[in-house]
Structure formats: C-alpha cells, structure tokens
C-alpha cells in the first residue's frame, strides 16, 4: 500500500525538503510527443511518450520507489478541459539534509527521461485491444460514405 499524503500548507522558506510543497512538479504534457514545445512538451519527442497519463507516471514512479502524491490540477497550457488530460504528479527530489532520495535521479529532466523510458513497458500499454485496427477501419468506414457521390449539400442549386 502507499504511504499516507502528507498535509498541504503554504510554502515559506523555512520548509524542509520532505514537505510537499518542496516536491517537484510533473505534468502529463511535459511528455507529451504530441505536443509542441509551446504547449509545453519539455523533452525532445524522440524521448516522449505519446498521450500520457498521470496514472502512468504514477505507477511508473511508484514502482521505482519514489514518493509520489498525486493531485487533480489542470496544466494551465492544456487546452482541453477533459478529465483525462488533468492530474499533476508530485515527486520528492531531495531529503531533509539536502541530498538527493535516489542518486540516479538528480534534476526534474531524470525523472522525466526516466518515466517517458518506462511507459511503453507498462502492461496496460502494451496490451490494448486491437493496436491501431479499430482507427483504421473507423476511418475507412467514414470515408467510404453512405450515399452515392459528391457529398456535397443535395438540393441546395445555385441561386437566382
């Protein structure tokens, strides 16, 4: 089970590096390949993952054994309001005494190399039903049309 979430309080200078807001922050869209970098993608798309998920992230981070806190924030770049684009992952950087939980991951770019690299492993990403197929037909099935022809406006004619 995971540990309890620590209580939420205003930031002030005097905090220590276990409280939550001292956290560094990660949103689905900083790994986005989907993204543009105005949108607000902040890796290379060649080390992006494509539409993530902040449950991805989570269960990517929580397996390496990492504390994580996950909270339902929007990215203020996202454009989309749907709930699957909201969630904001937290994840503790450095101990009380400065030094780093984990020597591997030492900047915010660690982490995120790190989660983008571990997502496509995921069980949940590797087994979805039918891959690309159902796309695929949707789409020749939409394009192949129902009626006979222009596909324009029927009956309309010119005006005179």
């Known amino acids: 089970m995971a540990a309890a979430v620590p209580v939420r309080t205003n930031w002030h200078p005097a905090m220590k590096h276990s409280d939550m807001e001292r956290w560094i922050c990660i949103y689905p869209a900083y790994i986005n390949s989907k993204k543009t970098r105005q949108e607000?993608?902040?890796?290379?798309?060649?080390?992006?993952?494509?539409?993530?998920?902040?449950?991805?992230?989570?269960?990517?981070?929580?397996?390496?054994?990492?504390?994580?806190?996950?909270?339902?924030k929007q990215y203020c770049r996202e454009k989309s309001r749907e709930l699957q684009y909201r969630g904001r992952i937290r994840v503790q950087l450095r101990n009380d005494d400065g030094s780093f939980c984990n020597p591997e991951f030492t900047s915010r770019e660690a982490f995120m190399l790190h989660v983008a690299s571990r997502i496509p492993q995921?069980?949940?990403?590797?087994?979805?039903?039918?891959?690309?197929?159902?796309?695929?037909?949707?789409?020749?099935?939409?394009?192949?049309?129902?009626?006979?022809?222009?596909?324009?406006?029927?009956?309309?004619?010119?005006?005179r």
């Open 40 to 72: 607000g993608r902040r890796l290379p798309k060649e080390n992006c993952v494509e539409n993530p998920t902040y449950a991805e992230i989570r269960d990517v981070l929580s397996a390496s054994q990492i504390r994580v806190a996950v909270e339902n």
């Open 122 to 159: 995921l069980k949940s990403r590797q087994a979805r039903p039918g891959g690309e197929a159902p796309q695929q037909a949707q789409h020749q099935q939409s394009t192949s049309g129902g009626g006979g022809g222009g596909g324009g406006k029927k009956g309309k004619g010119k005006r």
